[in-house]
């Protein structure tokens, strides 16, 4: 039986010995797409301007060329794209964080809708084809009316990261429209797994660490999502640079959603804590912080994506990771 890798490096042969750009891939997403574009043989560059990414997170992974820089900048951005004439760009650089946004919104504007902008005129500029994923978020969705949300449902951001990255998405399409630039857009939903920075899974991967007995988590623990491991959102990444449909949003995620509490319980359950491991709720959480998230996948799916990680195997992989980290933390 092929392993769950296998899918992603199937995916990946169709650029071996091509021109890839990949910005924010010192990121946690990122990063993983690189190793797994390297590993397949193409000729991929890496702009990130390290606010997120970390160069570290690419150790290991050869024929990549890393490039710091920011996609606000364009005059680093447009003679980057005309010398690499790249077939695809993967545009994952973003201020990607909720809390971030709402202390820092003009940074997050910037980031995300200006630097959307910088990338897509470049390729426009250099008269270059290349098929554009552009990275957006379910946030765009803010608070749904119905469930699970499909792409057609009403875009109504809570957060200004969700507005920021719904500017993006509209800038996205008039690019298309206008300029006939071929981008897809892919809507991620929670995503973990290794090189992660943030998010809930680190999050209570280091609160454990400290106190195994309690395990305190923001909000009531009923907040609902769809938690998604690093290697089936590439998966998704990939298939959209290759499948995907000119001018439209997809939605990348398991499809199967739980609730944080449900999250606590597996995780605890994989560190061995069962049972021994109490939780505990801070009532509230941050502003922006949407309650439910509940994703349908199936124009995705129609494209050939099959996520091959379950939670349990995901929160597993993590935890090795996590603790592979704590350990080189020590060393140093």
Known sequence: MASPEEKVKALAAHFAGKSVLVTGGAGFIGSHLVAVLCDAGANVTVLDNLQAGKWSNLDGVARVEKLEGDVREAATVEPLITRLSPVAVFHLAANASVPGSVQEPAYDYEANASGTFVVLNAVRIAGNTARVVAISSGAVYGEPLSFPITETDLLAPISPYGASKLCAEVISRMFVRVYKTPVVIARIFNAYGPHMARFVVL???????????????LGTGQQVRDFTYVMDTVQGLLTLAIEGEVGESYNLSSGAYCSVTQLAEQLIAVRGLAGQTTLSYTGSSWVGDAQRWEVAIERLKAL??????????GLRRTAAWFDSEETSEVKR
């Open 203 to 217: 999050d209570f991967l280091r609160k454990l660490k400290a106190n195994p007995a309690n395990l305190e988590i």
């Open 304 to 313: 050939g994506y099959r996520p091959q990680f379950g939670l349990d195997d």
